[in-house]
């Protein structure tokens, strides 16, 4: 007798396990003090006897699970679905939308141009933010959500409630479920995704202890590969919107000559830049000379490139000044483009093209449609012998930071 | 006499449960993204072949979790770009950095310290072959990474094999970035852009000053004696010019003394004081009869050239002279060219004087003041 007592508690727990959205009860149940007698169930449910056993099986009340409606149907629950909270729904879950959204409490921008307009060109390649529909549960309802690249199969991690990263299973606690309010009002509420990557959330509603819903229907978007682009062009100071094509030459010769112990010299053409870039923490732009200055070889003489002011009484060298930066900023999530300080001089302040990299300029998110014009600028000094073939090659290096 | 058949079924059942925790394990991930990276190529042109023209990279990683030591990091390069990123298979040289040009301070992409070593940092560039396989570049005996720390590290060719280069197509290209240790993983994908040409050529011509050399051939003119009512008498010089290659061309401007207070011309300072006058600012004839004056023309130093004698000093019309005024506000252009003028070009100066027979007998003279100049 009490290896079928056991037997029968295994039993049961099986069948509970195997089936968790139906809820089972034995007919006449005995415990030591109580006994269930007569129990009935609505239509849909019933009883299933076997020698030692039955069960009955319940559809109860109305259900929470906004799955279970249909324009003519309703299936019901278990009364005991009426203590867990109501099963939510994604409002929007996205990455790459462009012009319009599905979200409805995000930023302006968002809401005006979809996602591609908080995340640069192609939209998110690294974040996403996804909105909860409440459906029925209250304001302070907190709601957990699951992520996946497989659609649940064997890929599941967790967002966590603090980073906005994917998160294992081990490390997944209480602190991770968040009211809907806190999951909102972090522009990019899933963060650390990986670019070119379909990715499936589903939420849980938890208001109490012991009330976790069911999951939501899953939502799935895919974030952008991300997109950069980088251009040089050779033209002169009214050409914003000038292309052309390599090779890129600028020559300070015939009237720009430089002359020996004369004044600056600002050579008429202007090196620019075209600079496109979704990377989250912006990009730099690096520059570096050959020779670190202009150098003959015919004299083995070099006007020795520095960050230094050209106008000093006897000074001699050559280096570069900032003169056009434009950006797309109709969006505040887009980044900023600035010249670093050495290349921001007025007048005849330049910075040097050293054989080492520096940084000309800083961009501090997604740069949008950049453009900069760069002024090349030279003087020679009295004690350099005249010769026509002076030369530096500049290097221009675009680096995203993702 | 059922319940063994219950007991059998429900057996079974708890084996299949059992078993499929083993054949089917809950999945457990242990891989992230990294929070923060970045790749700096010190070219981004196409085609940089690792030889002639080379190729270092500097590598920023923040990852999301800790890695633990004695890990890996390794550049997976796109599969159609095999041979192109690792151009000679083999051990690279790798540097750990605290810093890089594309620092960007006080963020996570700022390199915090240099990449930590466990054992002695080692990197190998492995070429890709074919569909499936990638160019690689693997850094071994990786220290401990810690998840909010930004580590630095530099990747060149390798003292005898390594080489690494870009891919010769022009455009995006994506490379996934993975640190790793044991069943720990952070990576990321991400691109990096590389163009046809990065460079500018910046040519320049130095010239010397501009500079332009003037010289007279005599400091004296004497026109001998002149006969009140004879002919008119002359006398020449040279003036020569030469420039830089730098000067945009030269000038020469005279003006006379005269009396010091009414014109140029020869003047006869004692008594009986006289003016043998450079009368107007034009041209002075003196053939007619019994005329009497004083000026001078100059020679063109080139003929068809670019050296333009002014038209009242033109010495076309023998007896016809370019008339002097007096003192610098006088001075008149007489000689110019708007090109440099690198040998020396000389122009005769001839003096033409008459006395009239009005004319006091005896001694006349002129100063005559020449200036020199260039254009620039």
């Known amino acids: 007798m009490k290896s079928a007592n056991i037997f029968k508690t295994v039993s049961l727990l099986l069948i509970i396990v195997l089936s968790s959205t139906v809820y089972v009860f034995a007919e006449d149940l005995d415990s030591t003090n109580y006994k269930i007698v007569g129990a009935k169930t609505a239509t849909g449910g019933g009883l299933g006897d076997s020698t030692n056993y039955s069960v009955i099986s319940s559809l109860g009340k109305v259900s929470a699970d906004p799955r279970n409606y249909s324009t003519n149907y309703r299936l019901y ?127 849980t509603a938890l208001h109490g202890d012991f009330t976790e819903s069911d999951y939501s229907i899953a939502a799935n978007a895919t974030t952008s590969t991300g997109s950069i682009f980088f251009d040089i062009d050779i033209a002169i100071s009214t050409g914003i919107t000038t292309e052309s094509t390599p090779p890129y030459s600028v020559s300070f010769s015939s009237g720009t000559a430089l002359i020996a112990g004369a004044a600056t010299t600002t050579a008429t053409s202007l090196a620019w830049l075209d600079i496109d870039s979704s990377a989250t923490g912006g990009v730099s732009v690096i520059v570096f000379g050959k020779y670190g200055g202009l150098h003959s070889a015919t004299t083995t003489q070099t006007i020795t490139s520095s960050t230094e002011n050209l106008d000093v009484t006897g000074a001699e060298g050559f280096g570069l000044q900032s003169y056009y930066i434009d950006y797309d900023d109709s969006s505040p999530y887009y980044g900023t483009l600035t010249a670093t300080s050495d290349y921001s001089g007025n007048i005849n302040r330049v910075g040097g093209v050293s054989t080492t990299a520096n940084k000309m300029y800083s961009g501090d998110g997604p740069i949008k449609a950049g453009r900069t014009g760069i002024y090349l600028k030279a003087r020679a000094g009295v004690g350099i012998t005249p010769a026509s073939d002076y030369s530096e090659e500049i290097y221009f290096v675009l680096v995203p930071l993702y | ?52 023209e080379t190729l270092e990279i500097v590598l920023a990683i923040d990852t999301g979790q800790t890695i633990p030591a004695a890990g890996t990091i390794t550049l997976y390069f796109p599969d159609a770009d095999d041979g192109m990123w690792c151009r000679t298979a083999g051990a690279l040289t790798v540097t750990a950095v605290d810093s890089s040009p594309a620092d960007e301070t006080g963020t996570n992409w700022d390199i915090d310290v240099a990449l930590p070593s466990s054992g002695t940092l080692a990197a190998t560039c492995v070429k890709g072959s074919g569909a499936g396989t990638v160019d690689t570049i693997t850094i071994t005996n990786v220290g401990a990474l810690t998840a909010g720390t930004t ?88 003036i020569t010019t030469s420039t830089s290659t730098t000067t945009a061309g030269y000038y020469w401007a005279a003006y006379g003394e005269g009396d010091g207070s009414t014109d140029a011309g020869l003047y006869k300072s004692t008594a009986t004081t006289d003016l043998l006058a450079s009368t107007g600012s034009a041209t002075i004839v003196l053939t007619g009869v019994d005329s009497e004056g004083f000026g001078m023309t100059l020679s063109d130093p080139d003929a068809a050239g670019a050296a333009t004698v002014v038209a009242d000093f033109s010495d076309a019309s023998p007896g016809t002279f370019g008339a002097l005024d007096r003192a610098p506000a006088g001075a008149q252009l007489i000689l110019y060219q708007n090109a440099n003028q690198s040998s020396g ?32």
């Open chain 2, 345 to 376: 070009e000389s122009s005769t100066v001839t003096y033409g004087a008459r006395a009239a027979s009005s004319a006091q007998a005896g001694s006349y003279q002129e100063s005559v003041t020449f200036v020199c100049g260039g254009y620039y």
């Open chain 1, 77 to 203: 629950q278990d009364p005991s679905a009426a203590f867990l909270a109501a099963q939510p729904t994604l409002q929007c879950f996205e990455t790459t939308t462009n012009g319009s959204t599905a979200c409805t409490s995000g930023p302006q921008e968002l809401l005006d141009g979809g996602m591609v307009a908080i995340c640069g060109t192609g939209g998110c390649y690294d974040k996403a933010r996804f909105e909860i529909s409440a459906s029925s549960n209250p304001s302070d309802t907190l709601y957990g959500v699951q992520i996946s690249t497989d659609n649940f199969v064997n890929n599941i991690q967790y967002i966590d409630g603090s980073t906005f990263r994917p998160e294992s299973y081990a490390n997944h606690n209480i602190n991770d479920y968040r009211t809907e309010s806190v999951w909102e009002t972090e522009v990019f509420n899933i963060q650390g995704l990986s670019a070119n990557t379909q990715y499936y959330i589903r939420l």
């Open chain 2, 1 to 52: 006499m059922r319940k063994p058949s219950i007991f059998k079924f429900v057996l079974a059942i708890v084996l299949f449960c059992s078993l499929s925790l083993f054949i089917f394990p809950s999945f457990k991930s242990n891989a992230g993204a990294l929070a923060a990276v970045y790749l700096y190529l010190s070219r981004i042109e196409a085609n940089v072949a690792g030889s002639a």
């Open chain 2, 151 to 238: 580590y630095g590290v530099k990747l060149a060719n390798g003292s005898t094999a390594g080489v690494i280069g870009t891919d010769d197509t022009a455009g995006e290209h994506e490379i996934t970035v993975e640190a790793k240790s044991g069943a720990t993983i952070d990576s990321s994908t991400f691109k990096v852009y590389l163009i046809a040409n990065d460079t500018v050529v910046v040519s320049a011509t130095v010239s010397s000053v501009p500079s332009v050399n003037c010289s007279i051939s005599s400091n004296t003119v004497n026109l001998g004696s002149l006969y009140p009512g004879g002919s008119y008498a002359t006398g020449t010089h040279t």
